[in-house]
């Protein structure tokens, strides 16, 4: 079973940056995908990015023009790098990985995310 730690989450102001970091247990130089979700308070969880194999990253709207995503294959790492926030992006934040496009994800456990206005 794959295990995934995250980290890099805490308290920030609006219009401040973090980095999130998701180490995981085996390589992922070939995983088919890696990503990031969100989940805020009473909301349902919702994909932030997405990165596979090959270096192509694709983001949801709201993510798009603020947020990276980027994996260090050498070190078993994916990143997020979160700017302009704003306590919208307040949720707690997830690192998933597949290893094939028809398997199912893995989940770290989450690290809380909370943007002060």
């Known amino acids: 079973q794959v295990h995934l730690v995250e980290s890099g989450g805490g308290l920030v102001q609006a219009g401040g940056s973090l980095r999130l970091s998701c180490v995981v247990s085996t390589p992922i130089t070939n995983m088919y995908r890696l990503g990031w979700y ?27 023009g603020r947020f990276v995503i980027s994996k260090d294959n050498a070190k078993n790492t994916v990143y997020l790098q979160m700017n302009s926030l704003n306590s919208e992006d307040t949720a707690v ?23 002060s206005s």
Do not use: H
């Not at 969880?45 to 194999?53: D, G, K």
């Open 93 to 115: 934040y997830y690192c998933t990985t597949m290893l094939g496009p028809f398997s199912s994800n893995d989940w770290g456990q989450g690290i809380q995310v909370t943007v």
């Open 38 to 64: 969100r989940q805020a308070p009473g909301k349902q969880r919702e994909l932030v990015a997405t990165i596979f194999a090959t270096g192509i990253t694709n983001y949801v709207d709201f993510a798009k």
